[in-house]
């Protein structure tokens, strides 16, 4: 069974930077693709950044693109989400995600295991 555990959510202000983290056990990480998705209060869930299985391919949100940086260290089967210059309008529940199929580019909402969510707060 895929489970996910993220890190490294907190209170920050505008300007700052926070590094979430997402564990994943339950089967060999380095197959699948990666991502994170955010939801802010009274909004649908959207993607963020999505990373390929063999970390080379990477993708970004509009919003977030310059911004946030995605990475995976395949030894300790971790994703990484690097957020700099973060905004008010950051603030969200960040979700980690793993593809559901092995060895694809990016992964697609309706084919991942979700994590439990690390909440993500950006004071003005």
């Known amino acids: 069974q895929v489970q996910l555990v993220e890190s490294g959510g907190g209170l920050v202000q505008a300007g700052g930077r926070l590094r979430l983290s997402c564990v994943s056990t339950?089967?060999?990480?380095?197959?699948?693709?990666m991502g994170w998705f955010r939801q802010a209060p009274g909004k649908e869930r959207e993607f963020v950044a999505s990373?390929?299985?063999?970390?080379?391919?990477?993708f970004y949100a509009d919003s977030v693109k310059g911004r946030f940086t995605i990475s995976r260290d395949n030894a300790k089967d971790t994703v990484y989400l690097e957020m700099n210059n973060l905004k008010p309008e950051d603030t969200a529940l960040y979700y980690c995600?793993?593809?559901?199929?092995?060895?694809?580019?990016?992964?697609?909402?309706?084919?991942?295991?979700w994590g439990q969510g690390t909440q993500v707060t950006v004071s003005s």
């Open positions: 990373i390929s299985w063999i970390g080379t391919k990477t």
């Open positions: 339950g089967r060999t990480f380095s197959n699948y693709a």
């Open positions: 995600a793993a593809d559901q199929t092995p060895g694809t580019l990016r992964v697609l909402p309706t084919n991942v295991y």
